[in-house]
């Protein structure tokens, strides 16, 4: 099983990213998928998820109206579109693949990828 997330990187307050996350060694359209993050010194938290065939969708508070979760099963594929970054999404984000959306809020997804770093910074 690999989860491989991509797309991080240094953007000013108000840029954009899009993060990917390629999944590969389980049947990905059975999952339910979400982004999480953990800042310097902070718990992992919950940012967004996606059911198992897009229809539904979820976000943390904080994230809502400027970040877009969607899935593409055909590449077995997870991406976090991110706009007007602010400071405080500096974080390390991680992909990961569960069975649903209260497995993901209660953080216990059955795999995990390794983080790809967001520093929102001028």
């Known amino acids: 099983v690999q989860l491989q997330a991509s797309g991080g990187g240094l953007v000013q307050p108000g840029g954009s990213l899009r993060l990917s996350c390629a999944a590969s060694g ?9 982004w999480f993050r953990q800042a310097p010194g902070k718990e992992r938290e919950f940012v967004a998820g996606i059911s198992w065939g897009g229809g539904s969708t979820y976000y943390v508070d904080s994230v809502k ?3 877009t979760i969607s899935r593409d099963n055909a590449k077995n594929t997870v991406y976090l579109q991110m706009n007007s970054l602010k400071p405080e999404d500096t974080a390390v984000y991680y992909c990961a693949a569960g069975p649903t959306l209260i ?8 795999y995990w990828g390794k983080g790809t770093q967001v520093t929102v910074s001028s």
């Open 26 to 34: 389980f049947t990905f359209d059975n999952y339910y998928m979400g």
């Open 65 to 67: 109206g400027r970040f």
């Open 103 to 110: 497995a993901a809020i209660k953080g216990s997804m059955d």
